[in-house]
């Protein structure tokens, strides 16, 4: 796979952006959902089926996000990189509202004023 150069967003940017990076995820989200909602019992067999789809979901969604030039960093988890860190949201957040640094990570993230 050719290497991607990194995309650097304003925060204008990342939030014209946005919108389509909380659809994405959102419909992911709900067909994860879905299929384990309407799976009834699951014995060995369909439980690796359960997972296969899954996966399957979650890396789609992951390329979609990506060629966006967005980050994937975790399950639903993405971050626009500024330059000097990240624009940080997570599912189901309704608004793209934090920020770390490169060595914060997510659980140094803080609010954008």
Known sequence: ???MARRIFTY???LDSFPAVREITGE??????????????AGE??????EAETRRIVERWAAQVEELGCEVKG????????GDGYYCWRYPEESLAHYHG??????GRVPIN
């Open 1 to 3: 796979m050719p290497s």
């Open 12 to 14: 204008q940017e990342a």
């Open 28 to 41: 992911a989200v709900s067909e994860v959902r879905q299929i384990h909602s309407s799976s009834g019992p």
């Open 45 to 50: 067999d369909r439980r690796q089926e359960l």
């Open 75 to 82: 399950l639903w988890l993405v971050d626009w990189d500024s």
């Open 102 to 107: 490169y060595s914060e990570g997510f659980a």
